[in-house]
T-cell receptor, first 113, second 111 residues
Framework: NAGVTQTPKFQVLKTGQSMTLQCAQD?????MYWYRQDPGMGLRLIYY???????DKGEVPNGYNVSRLNKREFSLRLESAAPSQTSVYFC????????????FGNGTRLTVT | QKEVEQDPGPLSVPEGAIVSLNCTYS??????FMWYRQYSRKGPELLMY????GNKEDGRFTAQVDKSSKYISLFIRDSQPSDSATYLC???????????FGTGTRLLVSP
């Protein structure tokens, strides 16, 4: 049982390049989330999907887009990467927005030069 | 001032010690409280989840919530070197899309 799987684990981009971070969960969870983690800032929510077919902005959505492809998969896209998007990105899932807490993947380390 | 405050540490203790990790918060509406453990280059792993106030125990871990003081604690008994990690508190008032995380306390347990 893998839980939450993120790909890739590492990525280096040049400013202006685009990429998509992939996330899949096998726990039959309804809700999925994308966070970024920066030193001294804690985890900050970028976007979330309360259930299949819905997505909403979190605290820091600028520069990102998301797609809830199906119940299992939730992707994060950077259309034109900027150095300020250098961070560690975590995907998480939960049964719902209130019923059970979040389970996280192991992250994607992104460097934008 | 941050909504959730957590001492970054590092907190260094010898093996077998009782560890106390704490978070303070300012939003009196918070009612969902969590503790996560994060090893280096890994994702956060849920340790404890508490709704509203009170204590919860799971093995060597005890979580306490004091809503009157806006203060939560995680106690680790008989600490082990494998407990060396960063511990994140997280809390929310109305659902996990509004979860607020502390910045984490780094714990080092020496053999």
């Amino acid at each position: 049982n893998a839980g939450v799987t993120q790909t890739p684990k590492f990525q280096v981009l040049k400013t202006g390049q685009s990429m998509t971070l992939q996330c899949a969960q096998d726990m039959n969870h309804n809700s999925m989330y994308w966070y970024r983690q920066d030193p001294g800032m804690g985890l900050r929510l970028i976007y979330y999907s309360a259930s299949e077919g819905t997505t909403d902005k979190g605290e820091v959505p600028n520069g990102y887009n998301v797609s809830r492809l199906n119940k299992r998969e939730f992707s994060l896209r950077l259309e034109s990467a900027a150095p300020s998007q250098t961070s560690v990105y975590f995907c998480a899932s939960s049964e719902g927005l209130v019923r059970s807490p979040l389970h996280f993947g192991n992250g994607t380390r992104l460097t934008v030069t | 001032q941050k909504e959730v405050e957590q001492d970054p540490g590092p907190l260094s203790v010898p093996e077998g010690a009782i560890v106390s990790l704490n978070c303070t918060y300012s939003n009196s509406a918070f009612q969902y409280f969590m503790w996560y453990r994060q090893y280096s280059r890994k994702g956060p792993e849920l340790l404890m989840y508490t709704y509203s106030s009170g204590n919860k125990e799971d093995g060597r871990f005890t979580a306490q919530v004091d809503k009157s003081s806006k203060y939560i604690s995680l106690f680790i008994r008989d600490s082990q070197p494998s407990d060396s990690a960063t511990y994140l508190c997280a809390m929310s008032a109305h659902g996990f899309q509004k979860l607020v995380f502390g910045t984490g306390t780094r714990l080092l347990v020496s053999p």
